[in-house]
């Protein structure tokens, strides 16, 4: 479904990703992990088209989405869920959702999508009035997802969801992702929750100063060497 | 006392006129942060479509009202696309400049094309007629453009606050990279957000035109007003606009019934004290 091909960025001249490689299935989980500036959330930025690669390719169910502008991108059915949320303070609960059913044609389809949301976050049903900004961390990234998933997508990047939640919280948020997953949502998860994000994905990735350096199946990567000694200080 | 309600009745008026045109200064600010020099100048702009329009052809100036409105929604786009795109991604000077160089491009267009004479507009069902209601006159074209702006302003309000297409341009002002991950075309919301922001001040020209004289150096003075009344509802609040263009009516009549020269001045004395005092606004976050 999304192939990505030795992809390069420079942020402002600098190198952000030196060589990024990745494949994402219909139907799977793939985890990217690594610490902090190994430049995961450059890369899902790149695959939404935030920022441009100065070299190598990305396909979306083959099609070369690699310098495609981000609206086209996102009405291809590809969302990317930012870090830290970013969801629109001022707005109630509702109209943030609204705002990802931005793209969908009918009255219907967005009803339908906005209860199966609520289905899936009855918090956000019972806030629905309420400005974004006044819900908690954990509120607002159920906000967020729901936003997302408000966009119909074909593949869902989450990037670091984890980020800033309560631990309790932490291991609801996997569990949910989880339920997508078995809902047969797409998903490339980004995550510094190292462990955790493994132990729910398909396969991973290891990403280190800019460069994919390792993937393999979820669990084997558990056990690598290398998650051991980089990342699990075991 | 009659004096005294005839004066407020001449500043709400009038300063319902001066709510539409800063209601498009407002709206561009608050969705990309831009201040336009140029917003005077669309009036100018939308005065000579309602001069043209009312001594050529000749049409009744409230008939020029919608082509004002169009032209205004026209150059506002166009301005967007092919400049104000562009020196978004500079730095903040080359913005002010590049909005500033518009103002001038087009004051000196006008020069060139209409010569510095003064014009205005002499024919009109609503032109030098007067409405008695009890001991008050008013001049009709003020209470008809009055209420033009209200109606105006209500549409614009309704846009934004109940539509999703507003939603989208709110989205855009709050957050514009998060509103590009919704699937929104930003740049498309931009454009918009100046199609309405010169559609409306250029309507807001074409009414003024029944009332005020008609020159290629009249937007000066109305950008900065529009620009003390912002300031003073607070950038980027749509109510704010509304209510401050109304005070700011409301102080010019009354100051400048007792000294005329100075009615200007007023207003950014006015606007001194809100600086100091509150900046963000009356209504401002």
């Given at each position: 479904m999304l192939r990505v091909d030795k992809i390069k960025v420079h942020y402002e001249g600098i190198p952000a990703l030196h060589e990024v490689t990745l494949e994402v299935n219909q139907g799977e989980l793939v985890a990217m992990v690594g610490a902090n500036g190994a430049g995961k959330s450059t890369a899902l930025k790149a695959i939404v088209g935030a920022v441009s690669p100065v070299s190598g390719n990305i396909l979306f169910n083959g099609k070369d989405?690699?310098?495609?502008e981000t609206a086209k991108i996102v009405r291809l059915g590809v969302v990317y869920v930012p870090e830290s949320r970013?969801?629109?303070?001022?707005?109630?609960v509702e109209e943030n959702l609204l705002l990802g059913a931005f793209t969908a044609d009918s009255e219907e389809e967005v009803r339908g999508h906005l209860n199966h949301v609520y289905r899936l976050f009855p918090r956000l049903k019972e806030r629905?009035?309420?400005?974004?900004?006044?819900?908690s961390g954990g509120e607002q990234q159920m906000l967020a997802i729901g936003r997302g998933l408000m966009i119909r997508p074909k593949l869902l990047m989450l990037d670091e969801?984890?980020?800033?939640?309560m631990p309790k919280l932490v291991t609801e948020l996997f569990k949910t992702i989880s339920l997508l997953k078995e809902e047969g949502y797409t998903i490339l998860l980004v995550e510094q929750n190292v462990r955790e994000a493994l132990e729910i994905a398909d396969r991973g990735y290891i990403l280190q100063t800019g460069r994919t350096i390792h993937s393999g199946k979820g669990a084997e990567l558990l056990e690598s060497d290398i998650v051991k000694k980089a990342f699990l200080g075991l | 006392m009659e004096l005294a309600v005839q004066l407020i009745v001449y500043g709400i008026l009038m300063g319902l006129v001066f709510s539409l045109i800063a209601l498009g200064l407002s709206l561009i600010f608050g969705v990309m942060n831009i201040v336009n020099f140029a917003h005077g100048e669309f009036m100018m702009v939308g005065m000579y479509i309602a001069y043209l329009l009312s001594t050529?052809?000749?049409?009744?100036?409230?008939?020029?009202l919608p082509f004002a409105a169009g032209a205004g929604y026209l150059l506002g786009v166009v301005s967007y696309r092919l400049l104000i795109h562009h020196i978004l991604r500079g730095p903040m000077v080359a913005q002010l400049f590049g909005t500033f160089g518009l103002m001038l491009f087009l004051r000196y267009l006008a020069m060139y094309i209409f010569t510095p004479d003064v014009r205005s507009v002499?024919?009109?069902?609503?032109?030098g007629k007067t409405l008695s209601m009890g001991w008050i006159n008013v001049d009709a074209s003020k209470v008809f453009s009055a209420g033009v702006c209200v109606l105006a302003f209500a549409a614009v309000y309704w846009m934004i606050y109940r539509t999703k297409l507003g939603r989208a341009l709110r989205a855009t002002s709050i957050d514009s990279e998060a509103a590009k991950y919704m699937g929104i075309d930003t740049k498309g919301m931009n454009a918009l957000a100046w199609g309405i922001g010169g559609a409306t001040v250029a309507l807001a020209g074409a009414l003024l035109a029944h009332f005020y004289y008609v020159t290629p150096t009249v937007g000066m003075l109305f950008t900065l007003i529009a620009f003390a009344t912002v300031a003073l509802g607070g950038f980027g609040s749509i109510v704010g606009a509304f209510i401050a263009g109304v005070l700011i009516g409301l102080i010019m009549v009354v100051s400048g019934q007792f000294v005329s020269e100075l009615k200007f001045s007023f207003i950014y004395i006015v606007y001194f004290l809100v600086v100091v005092f509150r900046p963000r606004g009356l209504f401002g976050w």
């Open positions: 989405i690699t310098r495609e970013r969801i629109f303070g001022p707005l109630t629905f009035r309420q400005k974004g900004e006044t819900l969801p984890s980020l800033g939640l | 050529f052809l000749p049409l009744d100036p409230l008939l020029s002499k024919q009109g069902i609503l032109v």
